[in-house]
């Protein structure tokens, strides 16, 4: 007999499973993997447009990743622990989805404990970063990385963040030099909430937050007995 501290709260996929009580499986039970992946981000701008051609631009909300998972044809084995869950958390529980293009960074052996080097403000458009074993641009955090933050002053900062830009200490903006063993990450989008000194940054299995889009959760049984379903989901913040 083993027991359990909570359920599940991750879309099961390749890299994690879920047991028949609810709680994470053993490494020898996975979930189905994705047949289709579409990601987009959604960060509305309002433009204002002056008879004279002037173009005024603000941003009236807070930008949100969208999700849209299509799976393969599926086994009842297959299809029915993903059924369960979706059933169990509807809209009204959010969970975590681990996408497979953001399982590991572009350079797929980095392993340094990457930490926030200074606090960071709400809106800050980068984040300064320490703990990188060298100054070559390629061993580090590259554009198109996603990243998250493990804050013990802040839980509840969950948001994903996409890198656009990296500096070294040997290539930057004048003004913005990280000192050796550094990196400047700017990400989209711009900071959402403060950030302690030395907080933890995830870049491997990066999860993002999301809830379901609607209420119904259907799926197709075709004539060979597999199962067809595709999941639609956007990011939500605690």
């Known amino acids: 007999m083993s027991s359990f501290g909570s359920f599940a709260n991750r879309l099961p996929d390749p890299n994690f499973g879920i047991s028949e009580d609810g709680g994470r499986a053993n490494t020898n ?8 992946v579409k990601f987009d981000s959604q960060r509305p701008v309002s433009v204002s447009r002056t008879n004279s051609g002037r173009v005024i631009t603000r941003a009236i909300a807070g930008q949100k990743w969208n999700i849209q998972v299509t799976y ?12 369960s869950f979706l059933l169990d958390r509807g809209r009204l529980k959010p969970f975590f989805i681990s996408l497979p293009q953001y399982l590991d960074t572009r350079k797929t052996t980095l392993s340094d404990t990457i930490l926030v080097d200074g606090a960071v403000t709400a809106g800050d458009a980068y984040v300064r970063l320490d703990g990188f074993s060298d100054d070559v641009a390629a061993n580090g955090l590259r554009p198109g990385d996603m990243i998250t933050f493990s804050d013990t002053n802040n839980s509840n900062h969950l948001k994903a963040y996409k890198i656009t830009k990296v500096f070294t200490n040997s290539n930057y903006l004048t003004g913005v030099q990280p000192n050796s063993g550094e990196r400047i990450v700017y990400t989209h989008p711009p900071i959402e909430k403060d950030i302690s000194d030395n907080a933890v940054v995830n870049y491997t299995e990066t999860l993002v937050r999301v809830i379901m889009t609607t209420d119904v959760v259907e799926y197709t049984l075709g ?6 379903f595709s999941l639609n989901l956007e990011e939500a913040q605690p």
């Open 29 to 36: 039970i996975t979930g189905p993997g994705f047949a289709s």
């Open 72 to 83: 393969n044809p599926m086994t009842r084995d297959e299809f029915e622990p993903v059924h």
């Open 223 to 228: 004539t060979n007995n597999l199962y067809q």
